[in-house]
């Protein structure tokens, strides 16, 4: 019988206590063994709750017993995380976790510890909730040359930005409701500034292009400059403004970003709505492959955890091979990615032209006296931002997807 244990009883936690309970039977068929908890770890108390007997409180109860082998940590932050896990690596105890904020800050260091003890720090749940993403990465994938990785990676944000392109709703509204319904918490930063999704498209990019990337080196921006107006200029246009974490291999490197794109009905991820994720991935063989879930919520990430459990049980006393190196991969910079935009400004298609040359799709719409929007020609960022500094009257604007993107 292999032994785990949980710290963090939470959502995520109590929801992989829940699976190894509810499909115990077919756990222990494909595993080959029983697979049970002998210890949950948090701060507070759980009366009448199954999990009550096994209840501590002390970290140590965890660490030094020798017949726990495998640990969940569904803590969240980086303290005691960190320093939680750390220990337990070097005592010979595996760890998997859906900590994307621990895994994104330490984890090439705690990958290289588990490596030197001889167990796993696995994540698969820290990326797309139930998406198993980062198993693809590693085994299904493994003969690509992978040439980018795109998705929508974050549930609150598209809950919000699909509230306000189906319900029209305003963007505070919509996080309102979102909060009400547990889809965002009361500081919604992380989510609504992008810094969950660059976490993500940080440590799916080091696993995809096989050197270390640091998520703070991704320039990101969210979802709070997005207004209603935006959302119906990109519905005039046939398209969906989506928060996108995108990286992608150029000749001379690679570059990533984080930020709102306003996206054609050619892309698959324009039909991604609600609090669900999607990624894809595009070898250089296989072409454009594209996964899709829910992105969070206990049982969905539960399930991506336990089944870090069940490798980890199988493989005891190795460590599964990943390409994930402690080389640093320094990124080309956005502005010289050429690519359209769109832009919203006042005045007509004349003052457009006058600050961006020729441009398409030129929309006007109800109620929006006095400007326009329209699609510029394609341009690498650093020109566009030039063509900006000098125009007068520009709203606001977003990148535009090109058609090989939505291909």
């Known amino acids: 019988m292999a032994q785990i244990a949980i ?7 109590a929801g992989v206590f829940k699976t190894l309970t509810m499909n115990e039977e077919a756990i222990t068929r494909r595993v080959g063994e029983k697979v049970s ?3 949950v770890l948090d701060l507070r108390d759980f009366p009448g709750d199954p999990a009550e007997n096994i209840l501590t409180h002390n970290f140590e109860d965890i660490l030094n017993d020798p017949e726990i082998s495998v640990v969940v940590e569904t803590m969240g932050g980086l303290k005691p995380s960190y320093p939680f896990t750390k220990q337990l690596l070097e005592a010979g105890k595996s760890v998997c976790t859906s900590n994307k904020e621990l895994v994104a800050e330490h984890g090439v260091e705690l990958r290289e510890i588990a490596k030197a003890h001889s167990v796993n720090y696995l994540f698969e749940a820290s990326c797309g909730g139930g998406i198993p993403i980062i198993r693809v990465l590693n085994t299904s994938l493994t003969a690509e040359e992978i040439e980018e990785v795109t998705g929508i990676l974050n549930g609150t944000t598209n809950y919000i930005l699909t509230s306000m392109a189906e319900e029209e709703k305003e963007f505070d509204v919509a ?7 547990g889809y ?86 324009t039909a991604v709505d609600g609090v669900m994720n999607a990624v894809m991935v595009k070898g250089n063989a296989v072409g454009t492959t594209m996964y899709y879930g829910s992105g969070a919520g206990s049982l969905p990430t539960a399930s991506a955890v336990c089944g870090d459990v069940i490798d980890c049980v199988k493989s005891a006393g190795t460590t599964i091979r990943t390409e994930y190196s402690t080389e640093n ?15 919203r ?63």
Not at 7 to 13: A, I, K, L, P, S
């Open 345 to 407: 400004m006042k005045g007509g298609e004349k003052e457009a032209e006058a600050a961006f040359g020729p441009v398409s799709h030129v929309t006007k719409l109800p109620g929006a006296e006095g400007e326009i929007g329209f699609i510029t020609g394609v341009m690498p960022e650093k020109e566009f931002k030039k063509c900006l500094t000098a125009a007068e009257g520009v709203i606001s604007w977003y990148r535009r997807g090109k058609k090989e993107e939505e291909a």
């Open 37 to 39: 908890v002998k210890r």
């Open 184 to 269: 965002a918490e009361l500081h919604p930063e992380a989510d609504v500034e992008g810094w969950d999704a660059c976490r993500k498209i940080a440590i799916l990019s080091s696993l995809a292009y096989g050197k270390h990337i640091g998520w703070n080196g991704v320039p990101t921006e969210g979802i709070t400059k997005v207004d209603r107006t935006d959302i119906d200029y990109a519905k005039a246009l046939g398209c969906r403004i989506k928060l996108l974490a995108t990286s992608r291999r150029e000749e001379n490197g690679i570059w990533a970003l984080v930020a709102p794109m306003m996206i054609g009905k050619e892309n698959p991820l």
């Open 7 to 13: 710290m963090g009883y939470g959502t995520v936690g």
């Open 329 to 343: 991969l320094t990124l080309l910079p956005v502005d010289e990615v050429p690519r359209p935009f769109f832009v």
């Open 175 to 181: 996080l309102k409701e979102a909060q009400q319904k």
